[in-house]
Structure formats: C-alpha cells, structure tokens
Nanobody, 119 residues
Framework: QVQLVESGGGLVQAGGSLRLSCVVSGRTFSSYAMGWFRQAPGKEREFVAGISWNGGSTSYADFVKGRFTISRDNAKNTVYLQMNSLKPEDTGVYYC????????????WGQGTQVTVSS
C-alpha cells in the first residue's frame, strides 16, 4: 500500500516562504515521477509542479514559475516544494501525488496540507 504524507504547511505573510515535504511509503519511490497540486476554496484542484523519477526534469504552472521549486531526495523517499515570494492567491490545500508509470495519470494522493498566505 502506497501512502503519501504531506507536511510543512501553515500561515505566512505575503512575500514569505514555506517548504512543503511529502514522504512516500514503499520501496519504489525512485521509480516514479511526482507532482504537487493545490486547491483553493471554491476552485478546482490545479497542477503546480512536477518532477521526473530522478529529478532530472521539472515542470511548473505558469503562475509559480520563478517562485516555487520542486525537488526530491530518493534516499529519503521525499519530494519537496520550496515556495518563495508567496502571494495571497497561493492560499489553498496542497497535495502531493505519484504519477503512474504507464498511464501517466496521478494514481496516489496525500491528504493535503493547508497553506494560508495573509496580505
């Protein structure tokens, strides 16, 4: 059974920083691409950032480019999201997810961590 557990969310003022972590259970973490998503109140969940199995390739939504950085440590079964220059519109629940190898869909999700950015 694969489990993903996010942490690191909280309340921060605009312009501040947070680093989210997602620990993934199981021996095959290093075989899978991972992603971060977010969902703001009243809105649909949206893609934030993705990273390949070895960290060699990353992708970002336009609204976080230059501010957020996704990374991973395969020895620790952990994926990170460093968030800088936070804005109130970054407020939401942030989820990490594992990307299936064959379908390329995200098949396992964490429970989410709340990020609140005050103005």
């Amino acid at each position: 059974q694969v489990q993903l557990v996010e942490s690191g969310g909280g309340l921060v003022q605009a312009g501040g920083s947070l680093r989210l972590s997602c620990v993934v259970s199981g021996r095959t973490f290093s075989s899978y691409a991972m992603g971060w998503f977010r969902q703001a109140p009243g809105k649909e969940r949206e893609f934030v950032a993705g990273i390949s199995w070895n960290g060699g390739s990353t992708s970002y939504a336009d609204f976080v480019k230059g501010r957020f950085t996704i990374s991973r440590d395969n020895a620790k079964n952990t994926v990170y999201l460093q968030m800088n220059s936070l804005k109130p519109e970054d407020t939401g629940v942030y989820y990490c997810a594992r990307r299936a190898a064959i379908s390329s869909e995200y098949d396992y999700w964490g429970q989410g961590t709340q990020v609140t950015v005050s103005s």
